[in-house]
C-alpha cells in the first residue's frame, strides 16, 4: 500500500486554466504538506495543514488554494495557471513537527506541465 | 539568510567504489539535519536525521556524519552500487520553526558499472 499518494502523476494544461492535485496519506500522521520541486531541484514549501488546520502559507500566489476535507486528505487546486506554474508538485505528511525529527513521507510527485 | 548548500552537484562513480557528500548550512538555531534520496522521477525517500547532539548515524551502506559547531555534514556510501544512482538532498530544520524545512538543491550522483 502506497503511504502517501497524489494523482494525476502527470499533468500537461493550457496556461489560463483551472486544475487540481489530490493527495491522500494512510499512515495515520496530523500533518500535510505541499512542496514544489523547480527546475533547479529546490524543494520549497507552499503549505501545511495540521489537521485540516492551515499553519504554514508561503507566500504563495492566492491562485493557489489548498483544501483539506480530513486530516488524511490535501487537495491542491490552481486557479488561472501560468507558465511559471510548471514544475513537480509534491505531497508530503509527518506524524508531529519536523523540528522534533517528525520523519516526512513524501509521494511521488506530480509534474505539471503550462503550455 | 538560511541556506543550504552541498557539493558536489553531480558526481560520476564506478560501482564499488566509496563516496563522500557534502552539505554546509547556515540555520540558526539549528533542530536537526536530514539526508535523503530521490530517484529520478520520485518522492524523497529518507535516509537519517541526526539531532544536534548526534555526530554520526548510519544506514545500511549509508553513513553521514554532523559537526554542528561548523555547521557542516557529509553523507558517505560504502561499496557503491548501480541502485544508488539518484539526488541526495541535505534538509536543516530550524528550530524556530515547527514545520518547516530548509532543502538544500542535492547532489546527483551517478555509478557506473
Known amino acids: 500500500d502506497t503511504a502517501v499518494s497524489q494523482t494525476p502523476k502527470y499533468l500537461v494544461t493550457q496556461m489560463g486554466n483551472d486544475k487540481s492535485i489530490k493527495c491522500e496519506q494512510n499512515?495515520?500522521?496530523?500533518?500535510m504538506y505541499w512542496y514544489k520541486q523547480d527546475s533547479k531541484k529546490f524543494l520549497k514549501i507552499m503549505f501545511s495543514y495540521n489537521n485540516k488546520e492551515l499553519i504554514i502559507n508561503e507566500t504563495v500566489p492566492n491562485r493557489f488554494s489548498p483544501k483539506s476535507p480530513d486530516k488524511a486528505h490535501l487537495n491542491l487546486h490552481i486557479n488561472s495557471l501560468e507558465l511559471g506554474d510548471s514544475a513537480v508538485y509534491f505531497c508530503?505528511?509527518?506524524?508531529?513537527?519536523?523540528?522534533?525529527?517528525?520523519?516526512?513521507?513524501f509521494g511521488e510527485g506530480s509534474r505539471l506541465t503550462v503550455l | 539568510k538560511n541556506q543550504v548548500e552541498q557539493s558536489p552537484q553531480s558526481l560520476i562513480i564506478l560501482e564499488g567504489k566509496n563516496c563522500t557528500l557534502q552539505c554546509n548550512y547556515t540555520v540558526s538555531p539549528f533542530s536537526n539535519l536530514r539526508w535523503y534520496k530521490q530517484d529520478t522521477g520520485r518522492g524523497p525517500v529518507s535516509l537519517t536525521i541526526m539531532t544536534f547532539s548526534e555526530n554520526t548515524k548510519s544506514n545500511g551502506r549509508y553513513t553521514a556524519t554532523l559537526d554542528a559547531d561548523t555547521k557542516q555534514s557529509s553523507l558517505h556510501i560504502t561499496a557503491s552500487q548501480l541502485s544508488d544512482s539518484a539526488s541526495y538532498i541535505c534538509v536543516v530544520s530550524d528550530k524556530d520553526s515547527s514545520y518547516k524545512l530548509i532543502f538544500g538543491s542535492g547532489t546527483r550522483l551517478l555509478v557506473r558499472p
Open positions: 508530503a505528511s509527518s506524524q508531529g513537527p519536523t523540528r522534533n525529527t517528525g520523519e516526512l513521507f
Open positions: 499512515l495515520g500522521h496530523d500533518t
